[in-house]
């Protein structure tokens, strides 16, 4: 069974109605299609959540039960966790010497990729689903396909 990895930015659009919601819940229904996230997902949907409260778009009590939802939905097997190992820190850092400069990729971004193009290298993630341009950009450069929830049906 083929998976899709999500990236926080694509993640976060399961949680909260916003532009690309729509594809990432079609994508999540789909059928004998694992959907993957890294741990470090865990951290950054606590930062997307809390930056929604700061700018008044959620209530402390509406995040609080994001993350509850979250937690429920890994624990249901709706997304799989992957870890984070030495191999994808050395393979982040690389990714940053490749394209931090021309492309501006960042360090949680490269972490992201890094497991992302683990996973897809050893057949288990078809493709990464994120709505972060500058990380798009970087796994297309590295020969991973990109879902984009936020541009039409590509």
């Known amino acids: 069974m083929e998976g899709h990895i999500l990236d926080s930015s694509a993640l976060a659009k399961y949680y909260h109605t916003e532009d690309g919601s729509g594809e990432v819940e079609r994508l999540v229904r789909l059928p004998n299609v694992m959907h993957l996230i890294s741990r470090l997902s865990d951290v950054e949907i606590r930062s997307v959540f809390a930056r929604k409260v700061r700018s008044g778009l959620i209530s402390a009590r509406d995040a609080a039960g994001l993350r509850r939802r979250f937690l429920e939905d890994i624990s249901s097997g ?55 341009k500058v990380l798009c950009n970087a796994a297309h450069a590295e020969g991973m396909p990109v879902i984009d929830p936020e541009l039409p049906s590509q």
């Open 78 to 132: 709706v997304f799989r966790v992957v870890a984070l190992t030495n191999e994808h820190y050395e393979s982040a850092g690389v990714l940053i010497e490749r394209h931090g400069t021309n492309l501006g990729l960042r360090t949680l971004d490269s972490l992201q990729l890094a497991v992302a193009l683990s996973l897809h290298r050893s057949n288990v993630a078809g493709c990464l689903v994120a709505a972060d």
